[in-house]
């Protein structure tokens, strides 16, 4: 596995990485299980005094680290500066609320009083991608920190340069060597990790495959595992939506991160009354948009983030094809050097056309037609996935009640998907299992240690 930073603007490779040596994992094993040792018997007030200071560097290097990531993956500068405020937002939200959520809950049993304390489980071993280079690494690293678990850090061979940014800035933080390792490692590196008696778990965002087989390393191993493995989020559109605002939502729901968001909105689902209307919304969007340099303000969608997620996509859009799906809009050449790819819109898409359960992880959209409520719940919950989904509607009761009926994890009323420190994150089906960010995040890997007092 080679790591290396390829620009997909222009597909020059700016940087190259070695990749690590056992001899490199066996340290950081060491490193970080003494760190957990030490880590057991601190309050973890100290450690949120050291999330406070990787907040502050981060504020610092602010600019730097958004144009690692848009170097690195090739996001839109102004959605990767987006993504290091979110990372703030979250090293901030856990250094303040962290050690209150860590606090033993009292408990009242048959047998007398007693509590339960939250104690940290080890070190962990983190699986990262690539399209949120730092978002997805800071959601496991910030909650884990202040517990009390180490972690190494496996991250996307194709956005090296940010990570290790990251890394380092932890260290300049004053975190111990050993708390958080970036280690350039390959898979089966990863499964001996998972296997080592100094590992407690594993957490990982990724493809379903990446998840099944790290899954099944950790329950050999007897280890506790999360995992967060991309979703086919349905857009249900009720007839009574308010089409102003629909205008001003769907576009980003759909384009945002060149719609490489395992959150973002694929599947819209429109009532036969509304749907030709909903086609010409979308087609608007989606020809307004203008593709170039994601360094360049007045650029609005970025270039996939690498070669083989652009062959991977038109792959799928060949497929859908020729399984019967008609094109609505796109899929047409883009006359620019990287790695683009036009918005397309797809209908008319069968139950046995190959892509129709299927992620498409890029800029198109597949748009169906209902004829009725009941229709749309039923066609969003016709998938393996569960992880997010809209409902727009303009009666708020409505759309709640409607809401409660898709089978997933994050339901959005009126907007696309969202992720903020104080809401869990988290799917079901074969999005993953487990929670991350808010409470539940927290309490991801800990020891729920009981005590009786007589």
Not at 99 to 116: A, V
């Amino acid at each position: 596995m080679a790591y290396k930073t390829i620009y997909p603007y222009n597909n020059k490779v700016l940087k190259e990485y070695e990749n690590a040596s056992d001899e490199d994992l066996e340290q950081a094993l060491s490193a970080g299980h003494q760190v957990y040792q030490q880590w057991r018997t601190e309050d973890p007030r100290s450690r949120g005094v050291i999330l406070q200071k990787v907040a502050d560097l981060m504020k610092q290097k602010r600019t730097d680290l958004a144009q690692a990531m848009t170097y690195d993956m090739g996001k839109l500068l102004t959605e990767s500066l987006g993504e290091v405020d979110l990372c703030i937002w979250i090293a901030e939200y856990y250094a303040e609320h962290g050690s209150y959520l860590l606090q033993p809950e009292p408990l009242d049993t048959k047998k007398g009083h007693g509590y339960y304390l939250k104690q940290a489980t080890g070190v962990l071993v983190a699986v990262e991608p690539w399209n949120f280079p730092l978002y997805q690494v800071m959601r496991v690293f910030a909650p884990n920190f202040m517990v009390g678990n180490p972690i190494i850090l496996k991250s996307a061979s194709i956005c090296p340069t940010s990570v290790q940014m990251f890394a380092d800035l932890v260290q300049d933080a004053g975190a111990p060597k050993g708390a958080f390792t970036n280690l350039f490692i390959d898979y089966d590196q990863v499964a001996r990790a998972i296997e080592d008696p100094r590992v407690a778990g594993v957490c990982l965002t990724g493809s379903e495959r990446a998840g099944a087989s790290v899954a099944q390393s950790a329950g050999k191993a007897l280890k506790k595992s999360t995992l967060e493995l991309g979703g086919n989020d349905a857009f249900i559109i009720l007839a009574d939506a308010d089409w102003d605002e629909l205008k001003q939502v769907v576009p980003q729901a759909r384009l945002y991160n060149a719609g490489q968001v395992c959150t973002s909105s694929k599947r819209f689902i429109v009532m036969d009354s509304m749907y030709d209307q909903f086609l010409e919304i979308l087609q608007t969007a989606f020809s307004q948009v203008k593709m170039g340099d994601p360094m360049d303000e007045a650029t609005t969608l970025a270039p996939l983030s690498s070669k083989g997620a652009k062959e991977k996509l038109q792959s799928q859009v060949d497929a859908a094809i020729a399984g019967g799906a008609k094109v609505y809009y796109g899929n047409q050449p883009v006359d620019l050097p990287g790695q683009f790819f036009q918005p397309t819109i797809l209908t008319d898409i069968a139950h046995d056309n190959p892509i129709f359960d299927q992620e498409l992880f890029g800029p198109v959209a597949s748009v169906y037609r209902v004829h009725d409520e009941a229709e749309a719940i039923a066609l969003a919950n016709d998938s393996s996935y569960g992880l997010g989904g809209t409902v727009f509607s303009s009666d708020l009761e409505h759309a709640k009640k409607v809401a409660a009926q898709v089978e997933t994890g994050m339901s959005f009323i009126n907007a696309g998907w969202s992720s903020t420190p104080d809401m869990p994150f988290g799917g079901i089906k074969n999005s993953g299992y487990g929670r991350e960010l808010s409470a539940l995040g927290i309490e991801s890997f800990i020891n729920y240690h009981l005590v009786l007092e007589p």
